[in-house]
């Protein structure tokens, strides 16, 4: 409804990193989309848990990349590392 009043739309999220670019990849779809609120930046491993090795957000803006799916491949043995005790691996 708000797309048809031509409402800025604003996103919430409170995901992780690559939650946060799938909502970042259907956002840019939306013509009238604003903001993506996301507030779980502070974790240092962040650029090391994908492969290409790099910040996603920059100066507040998600960078977005044109690669197949959402732009980045997940390093497991980091994302390992990483994992909350107790849980198991996904496979």
Known sequence: MRGAERVPQDREHG?????ALR?????????????LEFHWT?????STVIK?????IKDGFIEM???????VELDEEV???????GTTWFQ
């Open 79 to 85: 994302a390992k590392a990483h994992q909350f005790p």
């Open 23 to 35: 909502a970042a990849h259907v956002c840019a779809t939306v013509p009238n989309f604003l903001v």
């Open 65 to 71: 990349s044109d690669a197949p799916g959402i732009g």
């Open 15 to 19: 995901g992780a990193l690559f939650d």
């Open 42 to 46: 502070e974790r240092d491993w962040w």
């Open 52 to 56: 290409e090795k790099r910040d996603i």
